[in-house]
């Protein structure tokens, strides 16, 4: 076992997700279905990806939707402490199957609807009595064509699909097939409405593990930067329940860094610690002196990041993998490939490289899960704001409570776009089309590298080096040439 091997020997300059590619070789598995995308990094997540730490990206409901599925959510250094605590409280609380209903009362308004709507990719509201019983379902159809004052009660479809909340997800799929239904509705033994799920939910429930704890409940991590008492910090998050720690800051390679790192492991921390971000060997030794499990990689290729551009510091992301993936493997310890990834390729080229996972922060902002509110732009079409952690937006946030001095010397610094627009797809509005997409695309990239695991993507993997024609070659055309 060796690890990744490049085609034509490895080039003298630095490279990037775009200027890579596999290339394929004899496999014995049979089935994409047989590959274990399960990760080693010890956070106990059953796919490799981890949604990052950006307020317009990670908040309760992508948290809850990703475990769900097997990923990792980190909840931003800027949610206040007593915040994290309920939302690692509430997402814990949910059900591993069953997703968590928008709900409403018959005296509520279609508007009231058609706000709730999208917060959800199931596209259902359930209207329930005054016990909580669910008496019917409302859906943006339903709400065509009506005075947004109308009540939801008059619209609902009262004929509804009732499960039982133990209910097998191959069952639940068979009712809803029989029944043309679009979502089923779980009750607990008193008749109360308990969760709700889609066709594809059930499929999806039969496909993915949850991310659960010892007590078999969802995982969630948190993120703590290196400014204040970041001890006290961190113990207000461990105390919460968080599975994993996150201490983050732009240069992770900073005395700050390492100290914050120290007063962290002194706490005897009992959960994985994640540390960034650095994009070299000796940053990886560094971190993992300090007391990293895991090491964060990625200075500068993040869509909302301005870095490079401000300082020309950074380094190419596959480069930056590669080194630190090999240190960090070389001391028992993993890393996680954070920024830059746009496409299920580069998800599967990072873990090529050796990343125990992969961090998505921007992508996902364009989805029903992310925090931010639906707008729509001059077309019609559905998107969400995106803005970086280091952008004045997120700055002046932070910065709340100092002077007016002090925020203003801060904003000087400013490395990140405060407002960008991240379309919904319409095919993949969702997070979890988009974790479908990205799990089915490094399924094949394994099963095509002759892998059935992700340690096995890693030592056979073969990359070669490619022009920009090469990459362009490979783009689809949809509307021909
Ligand atoms: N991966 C990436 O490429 C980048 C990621 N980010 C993200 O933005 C968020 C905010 O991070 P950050 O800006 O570090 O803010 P933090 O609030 O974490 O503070 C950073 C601290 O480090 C000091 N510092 C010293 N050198 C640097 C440097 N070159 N860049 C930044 N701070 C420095 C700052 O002091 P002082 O202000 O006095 O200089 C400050 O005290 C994080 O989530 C981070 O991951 C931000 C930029 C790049
Ligand atoms: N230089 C900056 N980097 C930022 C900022 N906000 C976030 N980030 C980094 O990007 C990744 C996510 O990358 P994406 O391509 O998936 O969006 C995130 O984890 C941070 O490391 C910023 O304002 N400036
Ligand atoms: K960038």
Known sequence: MTGVRFLNGEPAHDLTYDDVFLVPGRSA????????????DGTGATIPIVVANMTAVAGRRMAETVARRGGLVVLPQDVDPAAVGDIVTW???????????????????????????????????????????????????????????????????????????DSPPRSVFDSLHDHSARVALAVDPQG??????????????????????????????????????????????????VDTLVVDTAH????????????????????????????????VRDLVD?????????????????????????????????????????????????????????VALALAAGASSVMVGSWFAGTYESPGDLLRDEQGRPYKESFGMASKRAVSARTRADSGFDRARKALFEEGISSSRMRLDPKAPGVEDLLDAICSGVRSACTYAGAGTLEELHDRAVVGVQSAAGFAEGRPLPSGW
């Open 29 to 40: 598995v049979t089935s994409r279905f047989d590959v274990d995308l399960g990760t080693s």
């Open 91 to 165: 997402v814990k609380s949910r059900h591993l199957a069953w997703d968590t209903p928008l709900v409403l009362t018959a005296n509520d308004s279609v508007a009231d609807a058609l706000n709730l709507l999208p917060k959800r990719a199931h596209g259902a509201v359930v209207v329930v009595d005054g016990e909580g019983r669910p008496v019917g379902v409302v859906d943006e159809a339903a709400c065509l064509g009506v005075d947004r004052f109308t009540r939801v009660g008059e619209v609902a479809d009262r004929a509804i699909v009732i499960l039982p909340v």
């Open 192 to 241: 109360r409405l308990a969760g709700v799920l889609t066709g594809v939910g059930a499929l999806r429930a039969d496909i993915y593990s949850p991310a659960t704890d010892a007590s078999g409940r969802l995982r969630i991590a948190a993120a703590v930067g290196v400014n204040g008492d970041v001890a006290a910090k961190a113990a207000a998050l461990l105390e919460s329940g």
């Open 252 to 283: 992770g390679h900073q005395e700050k860094m390492l100290s914050a790192l120290k007063s962290v492991r002194a706490l005897n921390p009992g959960v994985p610690v994640v540390a960034g971000n650095v994009v070299t060997a000796q940053g």
């Open 290 to 346: 300090a007391g990293a499990d895991v090491i964060k990689v990625g200075v500068g290729p993040g869509a909302m990041c301005t870095t490079r551009m401000m300082t020309g510091v950074g380094r190419p992301q596959f480069s930056a993998v590669l080194e630190c993936a090999a240190e960090a493997r070389s001391l028992g310890k993993h890393v996680w490939a954070d920024g830059g990834v746009r496409h299920p390729r580069d």
